[in-house]
């Protein structure tokens, strides 16, 4: 088998993609094979290229710096201490979260890639200060919690505060549609990441419960004052560094679940949209109908991302490049039933902000869909490249934090204060 595979590669020595799929098939045989072949091989460029990659992947798992391990710890203690501020100042609990979701989870996050992608300080302060601005306006707001536009304020701000993190992930390339794509991959692994430590951390707590309630001791009053109020904001702080510093370690975990689910969720749709036919259901007039939908329109251009960042140019999967058409193209009619309803509510019973902002976002997300919708079909016939169909996703990042921003600052004004 040994000599079979050095002659294999003797044979591929000049074909980078044959050499890399002989490597995935069996990483330890093709190590030891290559070792084998290094005096009749050596100084070619290829010899060079995996000599100096697999001493590279050799090395083991590298864990995180000191750094980030500080940065951890005191990100951690800075988020934990704001979500304890009610507790200890008296204030209403859900709230003082209500409004500063963003700043527990996002602010420390702005910083880290700050300090990684090494931002100068005043790019650093010109970041900071939409934050600032945002954490006074929004305590600020003189609306009851339960109004419409408090809701939709706290709703869209946090998209807001996720594009300033967007802005510093990319640094100076923040036009860059490659760095914008990398960065919704980024949040796409790190979304795998807080699921597994979340799923780590309630296993974890169910034992130490457990074990504690076997000599008499509750020690839950302690978890919750104490450790969730903490634990709850390190979970996405230690998921950012972890799948920054070690990107490795879930890479392939999100590009694989939008593969397994692009057909069951295709299935879905169809069935949904023969179900709206043929069942005489009215969706016009449910308003959860017209959230679901946007949330699931999201979902769709989330699968095409992760679907397309793993698509090799070399062996074009015509099924599930098809799939990935036919589910644009099913969301596209889906969301303009969405736009119909929609409109049809506006006429029949008046404008308000919730509708304004459910129509502001369902135009940005079925233009989206429109705009994918025709470089993902000439890559099915090998007329674009995956690129296109990122750079068209990552187009409208822009729009969506522009909308986000005028619903969460704005509708205040427009609807209820200067009315």
């Given at each position: 088998?040994?000599?079979?595979?050095?002659?294999?590669?003797?044979?591929?020595?000049?074909?980078?993609?044959?050499?890399?799929?002989?490597?995935?098939?069996?990483?330890?045989?093709?190590?030891?094979?290559?070792?084998?072949?290094?005096?009749?091989?050596?100084?070619?460029?290829?010899?060079?290229?995996?000599?100096?990659?697999?001493?590279?992947?050799?090395?083991?798992?590298?864990?995180?710096?000191?750094?980030?391990?500080?940065?951890?710890?005191?990100?951690?203690?800075?988020?934990?201490?704001?979500?304890?501020?009610?507790?200890?100042?008296?204030?209403?609990?859900?709230?003082?979260?209500?409004?500063?979701?963003?700043?527990?989870?996002f602010e420390m996050l702005l910083y880290y890639f700050a300090w990684k992608e090494k931002l100068s300080?005043?790019?650093?302060?010109?970041?900071?200060?939409?934050?600032?601005?945002?954490?006074?306006?929004?305590?600020?707001?003189?609306?009851?919690?339960?109004?419409?536009?408090?809701?939709?304020?706290?709703?869209?701000?946090?998209?807001?505060?996720?594009?300033?993190?967007?802005?510093?992930?990319?640094?100076?390339?923040?036009?860059?549609?490659?760095?914008?794509?990398?960065?919704?991959?980024?949040?796409?692994?790190?979304?795998?990441?807080?699921?597994?430590?979340?799923?780590?951390?309630?296993?974890?707590?169910?034992?130490?419960?457990?074990?504690?309630?076997?000599?008499?001791?509750?020690?839950q009053p302690f978890f919750e004052y104490v450790l969730v109020v903490w634990g709850l904001p390190a979970?996405?702080?230690?998921?950012?560094?972890?799948?920054?510093?070690?990107?490795?370690?879930?890479?392939?975990?999100?590009?694989?679940?939008?593969?397994?689910?692009?057909?069951?969720?295709?299935?879905?749709?169809?069935?949904?949209?023969?179900?709206?036919?043929?069942?005489?259901?009215?969706?016009?007039?449910?308003?959860?109908?017209?959230?679901?939908?946007?949330?699931?329109?999201?979902?769709?251009?989330?699968?095409?991302?992760?679907?397309?960042?793993?698509?090799?140019?070399?062996?074009?999967?015509?099924?599930?490049?098809?799939?990935?058409?036919?589910?644009?193209?099913?969301?596209?009619?889906?969301?303009?039933?969405?736009?119909?309803?929609?409109?049809?509510?506006?006429?029949?019973?008046?404008?308000?902000?919730?509708?304004?902002?459910?129509?502001?976002?369902?135009?940005?997300?079925?233009?989206?869909?429109?705009s994918v919708m025709w470089p993902l079909t000439g890559l099915l016939f090998g007329k674009k490249q995956?690129?296109?169909?990122?750079?068209?996703?990552?187009?409208?990042?822009?729009?969506?934090?522009?909308?986000?921003?005028?619903?969460?600052?704005?509708?205040?004004?427009?609807?209820?204060?200067?009315?």
């Amino acid at each position: 088998m040994s000599e079979s595979l050095q002659n294999t590669i003797l044979d591929h020595l000049e074909d980078p993609h044959q050499l890399e799929v002989l490597y995935r098939q069996d990483k330890s045989a093709f190590r030891k094979a290559f070792s084998a072949l290094d005096q009749k091989i050596s100084g070619t460029a290829a010899a060079r290229f995996w000599k100096e990659r697999l001493a590279y992947e050799s090395d083991g798992f590298n864990f995180l710096s000191s750094g980030d391990l500080i940065f951890i710890a005191v990100a951690v203690l800075i988020s934990g201490t704001i979500a304890k501020l009610p507790q200890w100042m008296l204030w209403e609990e859900d709230v003082f979260i209500q409004k500063n979701f963003s700043f527990i989870f996002f602010e420390m996050l702005l910083y880290y890639f700050a300090w990684k992608e090494k931002l100068s300080f005043k790019t650093g302060v010109l970041l900071l200060v939409p934050f600032v601005i945002s954490a006074l306006f929004v305590n600020w707001l003189p609306l009851d919690y339960k109004n419409d536009l408090f809701i939709l304020t706290c709703i869209h701000l946090p998209i807001v505060m996720w594009s300033l993190v967007g802005i510093a992930f990319t640094g100076a390339l923040y036009t860059s549609p490659r760095k914008r794509i990398e960065f919704l991959k980024f949040n796409g692994d790190m979304l795998v990441m807080i699921a597994v430590l979340g799923l780590a951390a309630g296993l974890f707590s169910a034992l130490t419960f457990g074990l504690f309630e076997l000599i008499g001791i509750n020690i839950q009053p302690f978890f919750e004052y104490v450790l969730v109020v903490w634990g709850l904001p390190a979970i996405p702080i230690f998921a950012a560094v972890m799948v920054r510093q070690i990107p490795e370690l879930v890479g392939r975990v999100s590009p694989l679940i939008a593969k397994l689910f692009s057909p069951l969720v295709f299935i879905t749709l169809l069935v949904f949209l023969i179900s709206i036919l043929i069942s005489g259901n009215d969706p016009y007039n449910d308003r959860n109908f017209l959230m679901v939908l946007n949330a699931m329109l999201i979902g769709v251009m989330a699968i095409i991302l992760f679907s397309i960042s793993e698509f090799n140019p070399k062996s074009i999967h015509v099924w599930s490049l098809s799939i990935l058409v036919g589910l644009a193209f099913l969301a596209v009619l889906i969301n303009g039933i969405a736009l119909s309803a929609i409109i049809y509510r506006l006429s029949q019973y008046g404008l308000t902000p919730n509708r304004l902002a459910v129509l502001g976002s369902n135009i940005l997300i079925i233009a989206n869909l429109i705009s994918v919708m025709w470089p993902l079909t000439g890559l099915l016939f090998g007329k674009k490249q995956k690129e296109d169909v990122e750079r068209r996703i990552s187009l409208f990042l822009t729009y969506y934090a522009i909308w986000a921003a005028v619903v969460a600052f704005l509708f205040p004004f427009i609807f209820e204060i200067l009315v």
